[in-house]
C-alpha cells in the first residue's frame, strides 16, 4: 500500500496545455475515482502517473518519493486500459504471468503467481485456455490479472468496463470493490459512469477542462457540490 500524490501536474500537447497543474492525493489504500468529461485529461493524468508520457512540470509521489523520473516499469505501478491486447497465442496463465517473464522468475513460479491471481478473478478454471476461447469479461479479468501478478503499490484503472455490456459491467463493479477490500491497494479509478463512481469511490475527483473542480466523499460530491458544473456532472438535485 502507498500514498500517491500528483503535484502540480502540467501537460501540454502541442500548443494545448491539457493538465492545467492538477494536485490530488490518494491515502493508502484510497479508491479515488475521477470523473469529467469526455477530453478533460482523465487518460493523460493516468498516462502521467503511470510514466506513460512524461509531464512539462510537478511531481508523481508515492509514499514522499518522487517517480517523475522513473521509467514506467521501475514505478510500481500497474495500468488497466478499456481496451486490452492480450497474446493471443499464449495460455490464460501465460497472459497474466506475463510481466514475470522480464523478472527472471522462473516458470514453476510463474504458474503458482499465475494461480494465485486467478483465484482473486475467478479465472481459475481457465487458466490453460486461449484468450479466444474466453469471452469479453475473461479478457478483461485476465488482463487485469496482469496488472495483479505485479504486485503494485498502486492501481490505475482507465474506464476497464466500458467496453463491457450493462450487466457484465454490474458484475465487475462488486468484483473490482471486493478485489480493492481483499488488497487494499491504493487505486485511481477513471469512469463516466457515475454510478460506477458513488459504488466504487472512497473519494471522488471532478475534473474539467485540466482543472481539479472537486474532491470529495460521494456523499459530498453529490450533495454540496463545489460548483454547478459538478452540480450538474453528478446529477445532484442543488
Ligand atoms: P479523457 O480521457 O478525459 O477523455 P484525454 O486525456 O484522452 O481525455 O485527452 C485530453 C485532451 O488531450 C484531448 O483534447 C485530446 O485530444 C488531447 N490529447 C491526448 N493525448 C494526446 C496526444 N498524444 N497528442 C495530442 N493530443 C492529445
Ligand atoms: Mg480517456
Sequence with gaps: MATLEIVNVRKSFGAVEVLKGVDIKAEDGEFLVLVGPSGCGKSTLLNSIAGLQSNDSGEIRIDGEDVSNLHPKDRDIAMVFQTYALYPNLSVWE???????????????????????????????????KPRQLSGGQRQRVAMGRALVRDPQVFLFDEPLSNLDAKLRVVMRTEIKKMHRTLGTTMVYVTHDQIEAMTLATKIVVLKGGEVQQVGSPDEVYNTPANMFVAGFMGSPS
Excluded at 504471468?97 to 486467478?118: D, G, H, I, T
Design 95 to 129: 497472459n497474466i504471468a506475463f510481466p514475470l517473464e522480464s523478472r527472471k522468475v522462473a516458470k514453476k513460479e510463474r504458474r503458482k503467481e499465475a494461480e494465485r491471481v486467478a483465484e482473486l478473478l475467478h479465472l481459475t478454471d481457465y487458466l490453460d485456455r
